[in-house]
């Protein structure tokens, strides 16, 4: 079949790119095409002066060459991220809200909404019905699906009108997952259906299939990395000072890779970081997400602005909640164990059932 993604706008969200990635590479090996939808939000023109704003900061903090974000055709891209995207993932061309001509004009038969936040109201602006496959209503398809669908907090966020537009389209799906457990609760208590809890897409293939798009990287680092990665979207000096005790009682350095509009590592720099790495310190969902694929000792820091029930819905069913922990707490190098053996045989589990909903869901009836 031939199925259209909805997701978040592919910017400079490295998780939010590979999770987009990994579910096409995942729907290929069930044998379909898909194809994610490029839409963006037109931003005003002070939205976009601020991105610009942060855009410069960046450069000049990192001494990298002055690269703006257009506001225009070509969307909010920038070279570190926008080459993985023309070389890795298949889109449509970019546009600027969900219509209803996307299904004919690329012959979809189903869609599937996934994964990263694409239910939380905040994150999503004026568009959160377009989530629910609004843009859709009325469309001849075989299946409308939530694959891992991501509120990011474990309350209800959405305003009455939000509440009764989306339980209305949510219950006109097929079949409904999230990400979090708690998404279980929020789903059947205010959109009335029911939702299995799957994993999220980045973590429905193995290392391997990560380090394919790497190989290069790979061949070129030869030196033995002796280094704390850290991965930290919210960095406070308190936080810093966490890195710097924590390096110092391994023996190790601290090397900082950062994301959204101050990222300036390229998707395949990002994946190496975490490849590469001696251990790693992160808030980020998919920093832990990667530190735990690649089998590394790793502590996520908790940040309840971002929301961290999304991190113990993905640490809890892996035994692995111990990792989350503040920058204000000790962590003794005797607690670093982890049992990858334990720890890979539940993901392996949590892998196949996810595959399985996957599957079942966009079965020809």
């Not at 095409?33 to 000049?60: G, W």
């Not at 939000?162 to 059947?188: F, H, K, N, W, Y």
């Not at 350095?253 to 998707?267: P, S």
Request: with cysteine.
């Amino acid at each position: 079949m031939r199925i259209g993604i909805v997701t978040q706008p592919l910017e400079m969200n490295y998780g939010g790119l590979l999770q987009n990635w990994a579910l096409q590479q995942a729907l290929r090996r069930l044998g379909h095409e898909p194809i994610t939808i490029d839409a963006f939000e037109r931003f005003s023109t002070p939205h976009y002066l601020f991105n610009c704003m942060q855009a410069v900061i960046s450069c000049l903090r990192r001494g990298k060459k002055i690269s703006l974000p257009k506001r225009y055709r070509g969307s909010l891209r920038r070279p570190m991220t926008g080459k993985f995207v023309e070389e890795h993932i298949a889109k449509t061309h970019v546009m600027w809200d969900y219509q209803r001509s996307v299904v004919k004009r690329y012959h979809l038969d189903a869609l599937v909404v996934g994964s990263d936040q694409v239910w939380r109201a905040k994150y999503n602006g004026g568009h959160i019905e377009d989530m629910y496959l609004r843009f859709a209503e009325g469309q001849p398809l075989r299946h409308r699906v939530a694959y891992a669908a991501s509120f990011g907090v474990d309350e209800w966020e959405y305003t009455a009108e939000q509440t009764a537009a989306c339980a209305r389209l949510a219950q006109q799906m097929d079949a409904v997952s999230v990400r979090e457990p708690s998404g279980i609760a929020l789903c059947r208590d205010h959109l009335g259906v029911e939702a299995q809890c799957v994993l999220d897409p980045t973590m429905l293939l193995q290392a391997a299939d990560y380090e394919s798009l790497i190989r290069d990287e790979l061949a070129q680092a030869k030196d033995q990395p002796h280094y704390l990665g850290v991965y930290c979207l919210d960095v406070t000096p308190e936080k810093r000072a966490f890195f710097e005790r924590l390096a110092s009682d391994r023996g190790l350095t601290v090397r900082y890779f950062a994301g959204g509009w101050f990222a300036a590592e390229t998707v395949e720099q990002w994946l190496l970081m975490f490849s590469r790495a001696s251990m790693l310190v992160t808030d980020s969902f998919h920093g832990t997400v990667f530190s735990i694929l690649f089998g590394k000792e790793f502590y996520t820091l908790g940040n309840p602005k971002r929301g961290n029930t999304r991190i113990m819905g993905l640490l809890e069913p892996l035994g692995l909640e111990k990792r989350l922990v503040s920058d204000t707490e000790p962590v003794e190098p005797a607690d670093s164990h982890i049992d990858w053996d334990e720890v890979n045989a539940r993901l392996a589990q949590k892998r196949q059932e996810s595959l399985d909903f996957l599957a079942k869901s966009l079965r020809e009836q």
